[in-house]
């Protein structure tokens, strides 16, 4: 079992930054890659980035890519979103997700992470 729980989220201005963070516990976390997906009202939930198990690839969003950087702490159980240039189109409930599974990765599906967080709202103005 592993237990996953993001923080960080809030109500920003257009440009803004914001860093989210997502607490893992229950299994050795080097163990499995992370990813961050997010949902908008009325929205599927789509891919945002992803981290290996040791941070050596790092897939991105077209529309988050150079803006946003995923990384990773495996000494304090923590996968990080740091978002940069933050605009409306980025408001959603961000979730984090564990990929413990013994298949192949693929990052950018939600159906390949087996855990996930509760979300945590980013609202940005404009």
């Known amino acids: 079992q592993v237990q996953l729980v993001e923080s960080g989220g809030g109500l920003v201005q257009a440009g803004d930054s914001l860093r989210l963070s997502c607490a893992a516990s229950?299994?050795?976390?080097?163990?499995?890659?992370m990813g961050w997906f997010r949902q908008a009202p009325g929205k599927e939930r789509e891919f945002v980035a992803a981290?290996?198990?040791?941070?050596?690839?790092?897939p991105y969003a077209d529309s988050v890519k150079g803006r946003f950087a995923i990384s990773r702490a495996n000494a304090k159980n923590t996968v990080y979103l740091q978002m940069n240039g933050l605009t409306p189109e980025d408001t959603a409930v961000y979730y984090c997700?564990?990929?413990?599974?013994?298949?192949?990765?693929?990052?950018?599906?939600?159906?390949?992470?087996?855990?996930w967080g509760q979300g945590t709202q980013v609202t940005v103005s404009s």
């Open positions: 997700a564990a990929h413990t599974l013994s298949v192949p990765w693929a990052p950018d599906r939600p159906d390949a992470y087996d855990y």
């Open positions: 229950g299994r050795t976390f080097s163990n499995y890659a």
């Open positions: 981290i290996s198990r040791f941070g050596t690839t790092t």
